[in-house]
């Protein structure tokens, strides 16, 4: 990308606001610019996993949705929603090894993309970049962590309190909100969707969303879910830890 790009200040701006990026110098922001492209995807589109061999990713707007479909059977499994800074995919940048999961993308996605041998080579050249990188493995190590425990430890209702709550404002000051808190990624996601996120059906998850509603936990005001009562959804997610706990 050439520094007469019309938008070349605002990319630069939404590159330091990634957490890979993050505290680098402008100097260093420029010089790794030079190697991005900007690209759009258009919204319900999925790509082929095997870009990540050759493309590295960070998004500007929109989501993607990374999901692992068996082909035996055609069932989806979403592993996570990707927002605004994120980037893929870091796997297939540490190992060259095809990722599985396929990207989708859930609105018109708005990205930078950069060669994949050209972000290897600035684990290298950039020391500020590769301790960058660190955390941001251990927030994914992490995030993998929680969803395969889900999976094997957690009824539905609770996995799906779980994945409203991990879709919620990482930001959000609960001293000061306990109500009208918007799951803002799961925006305009089908039930279907949603259960694909749970790893259950949507029959299934129509069933508990109601009744959340019931209890006065959500509700749905086009296609959002908004919670109404975050200290009790979050008791609803934690009681399956809580009783796991009791007999450790």
Wanted: glycine residues 4%; proline residues 3%.
């Amino acid at each position: 990308m050439n520094k007469s790009f019309p938008l070349y200040r605002y990319y630069r701006q939404k590159l330091q606001r990634s957490e890979l990026f993050h505290n680098l110098s402008l100097e260093t922001l420029d010089d790794m610019l030079k190697r991005f492209r900007f690209e759009t995807w258009n919204k319900g589109s999925q790509h082929d996993a095997r870009l990540a061999l050759r493309r590295f990713y960070v998004i500007v707007e929109g989501r993607m949705e990374l999901v692992r479909i068996n082909p035996e059977t055609g069932r989806s499994f979403t592993l996570m929603i990707l927002k605004e800074g994120d980037v893929y995919d870091v796997l297939s940048l540490l190992d060259g090894r095809e990722h599985d999961a396929i990207p989708v993308a859930l609105d018109h996605l708005k990205l930078l993309s950069a060669p994949i041998d050209s972000v290897r080579e600035w684990l290298h050249c950039h020391p500020e970049f590769n301790q960058n990188l660190m955390p941001h493995l251990s927030q994914c190590v992490r995030l993998r962590e929680e969803i395969a425990s889900d999976l094997v430890l957690h009824d539905t209702p609770t996995r799906l309190a779980r994945v409203i709550l991990r879709h919620i404002p990482v930001d959000l000051d609960e001293s000061e909100s306990n109500s009208g808190i918007k799951a803002e990624l799961l925006h305009d996601l089908s039930n279907e969707q949603l259960a694909q996120l749970v790893g259950s059906v949507r029959q299934v998850v129509n069933s508990h969303l109601g009744k959340m509603k019931k209890e006065g936990l959500i509700h749905i005001d086009q296609h959002q879910i908004i919670v109404d009562d975050l200290r009790r959804l979050k008791a609803k997610a934690e009681v399956m830890h809580g009783q796991l706990q009791q007999h450790l």
